[in-house]
């Protein structure tokens, strides 16, 4: 199971910075070329989740959203400079509990 939380952090910071191209071009005035590495980003985002230990793909992609949230927040901080607010704490607090039930709760 390790295997599949590697697996979803990568997935998401390959997911945001694949969108973040975009956004940093269309919202913040960057050269077009930035999204050729979040094109490629994105693709890279797409292979790690096949590479999630989950018979159903939806599945997966629930259980994925919990670490999502959690990346996003990093990312916040890390490469936009901002901090999280006690809101996004309490928030990202409570979605590992779901990701946690999706993922391992017995089938």
Same mark, same amino acid.
């Given at each position: 199971?390790?295997?599949?939380?590697?697996?979803?952090?990568?997935?998401?910071?390959?997911? /945001?910075? =694949?969108?973040? *191209?975009?956004?940093? $071009?269309?919202?913040?005035?960057?050269? *077009? $070329?930035?999204?050729? @590495? =979040? /094109? =490629? +980003?994105?693709?890279?985002?797409?292979?790690?989740?096949?590479?999630?230990?989950?018979?159903? !793909?939806?599945? !997966?992609?629930? !259980?994925?959203? +919990?670490?999502? /949230? !959690?990346? +996003?927040?990093?990312?916040? $901080?890390?490469?936009?400079?901002?901090? @999280? #607010?006690?809101? #996004?704490?309490?928030?990202?607090?409570?979605? @590992?509990?779901?990701? =946690? /039930?999706?993922?391992?709760? @017995?089938?």
């Amino acid at each position: 199971m390790l295997k599949s939380y590697v697996f979803y952090i990568l997935a998401a910071f390959a997911e /945001i910075a =694949g969108c973040y *191209s975009f956004w940093a $071009w269309l919202r913040l005035g960057k050269t *077009s $070329w930035v999204i050729l @590495p =979040g /094109i =490629g +980003s994105l693709v890279a985002f797409a292979y790690f989740l096949t590479k999630m230990e989950s018979e159903f !793909a939806g599945r !997966a992609y629930a !259980a994925y959203g +919990s670490i999502y /949230i !959690a990346s +996003s927040l990093v990312w916040l $901080w890390m490469v936009e400079s901002k901090m @999280p #607010d006690r809101w #996004d704490v309490v928030g990202v607090a409570i979605c @590992p509990v779901g990701g =946690g /039930i999706i993922l391992f709760g @017995p089938r």
